[in-house]
């Protein structure tokens, strides 16, 4: 787990992420289900063996012989490579981690980043076992807020990042969840430093009830 | 590299991303065999036997199908003689008779004399079934690349592994 990053690298940076929440949420009981990429592997492998198959005949036999096949191999190919291509765009979207909530929801995760600007943009959709019926929803979180300057990745921030944005995550890890008002303390620096001004140790223990780290974090 | 073992469809898409721009590369190649019926739709010219009209490198786009009318006089052919890998690209100076049985002779427009010494022992025209098509289209010199791979082999191995690696290595 301990992989260092190049943190000017945006794919890296992604993939690091990306492998992260597998981890997180299969460490919280949820089932992954890798149903997505299975089909693109087939359809891609078996336009592969096909290309395979056309060449070694072409090889074998010569162009005269095998050209009815050949003619048949580059339609069922052109078909293979358009749904394959059909699968990646409308089907998978991006789509990083499926699986299942320890509550029987359905949660799908996609993930993308923009040129240039270090944002983890997440699409987040949730099915709900009883209704069937999807919610989705996009969430982001800039790098710096979970790589720490050296390259490695900081696991503590991002799952409270999900938890508290992904109502079945929050379910199932419910300690990581970010209480509210101190959120808000973090999002608003201000309001931090009135309240630490204030120096008393009473209300931060109030507005932070569960987290215990809570006041080392708002001084990051 | 490592972890690509313990994530195996990971490491399955990415070997796959580099497979299927190879096989992809080659059905399209297949792709134009099968519209233009030519074993080789795309040739690239290796001699200046066709000087003025085609110069080594030169990429020529071959057609190979008689849908309106008879390979004819004038026509730039590409040929493949029996037992020479190499196919040849003249132009059809003479022809005898009609259809498929049809005897042609070729001519390099450079070449001070026909081709009946190219052709084979004992060989003295050309029938249609030689001929691997007629040049409908040309793009000057981009096949010199094709002509320096063919000439260097190392240099493809060097690009093949240069692309594998790339392909493996970078996941995005």
């Known amino acids: ?220 | 590299m490592l972890s690509m073992l313990q994530k195996p469809r990971q490491a399955a898409a990415q070997v796959l991303n580099f497979a299927l721009i190879l096989s992809s590369a080659f059905m399209m190649w297949k792709g134009l065999s099968v519209i233009s019926d030519s074993p080789s739709p795309i040739v690239v010219v290796l001699s200046g036997s066709m000087e003025p009209a085609f110069q080594r490198g030169d990429l020529l786009f071959l057609w190979n199908r008689n849908l309106l009318q008879d390979t004819s006089v004038g026509e730039v052919v590409v040929y493949n003689v029996k037992d020479k890998d190499i196919p040849i690209v003249h132009r059809v100076v003479r022809k005898y008779g009609e259809g498929e049985d049809a005897k042609l002779l070729t001519k390099g427009d450079n070449n001070p004399s026909d081709d009946t010494e190219l052709y084979a022992r004992g060989q003295d025209y050309l029938v249609r079934k030689d001929i691997i098509g007629s040049v409908v289209g040309y793009i000057p010199f981009v096949g010199y690349v094709t002509i320096l791979l063919s000439e260097h082999p190392w240099l493809k191995t060097v690009m093949l592994g240069v692309m594998g690696l790339f392909a493996i290595l970078q996941r995005e």
């Open chain 1, 1 to 220: 787990m301990a992989e260092k990053i190049t943190l000017y690298n945006l794919p890296d940076l992604k993939n690091a992420a990306d492998d992260a929440i597998a981890n997180y949420l299969n460490s919280i009981k949820f089932k992954q289900s890798h149903s997505m990429i299975d089909v693109r592997l087939a359809l891609g492998y078996s336009s592969f063996i096909l290309a395979a198959a056309c060449a070694l005949w072409d090889y074998k036999l010569g162009w005269d012989a095998t050209k009815l096949y050949t003619a048949i191999a580059v339609a069922i190919y052109t078909v293979l490579s358009g749904a394959l291509t059909v699968w990646t765009w409308k089907v998978e979207q991006g789509t990083i981690y499926q699986g299942k909530a320890p509550s029987g929801d359905d949660l799908f995760i996609a993930s993308e980043t923009k040129k240039m600007e270090p944002v983890y943009r997440l699409k987040i959709a949730i099915q709900d076992k009883s209704t069937g019926k999807i919610k989705a929803f996009k969430i982001s979180k800039p790098f710096a807020e979970f790589f720490n300057e050296s390259g490695f990745f900081v696991p503590k921030p991002f799952q409270e990042f999900l938890a508290t944005n992904i109502s079945v995550v929050g379910k199932a890890d419910s300690k990581r969840i970010q209480a509210a008002s101190e959120k808000l303390l973090n999002e608003n620096p201000e309001l931090l430093s009135a309240v630490l001004n204030a120096g008393s140790e009473k209300e931060a223990e109030a507005t932070g009830t569960e987290k215990k780290a809570g006041g080392k974090r708002r001084k990051a």
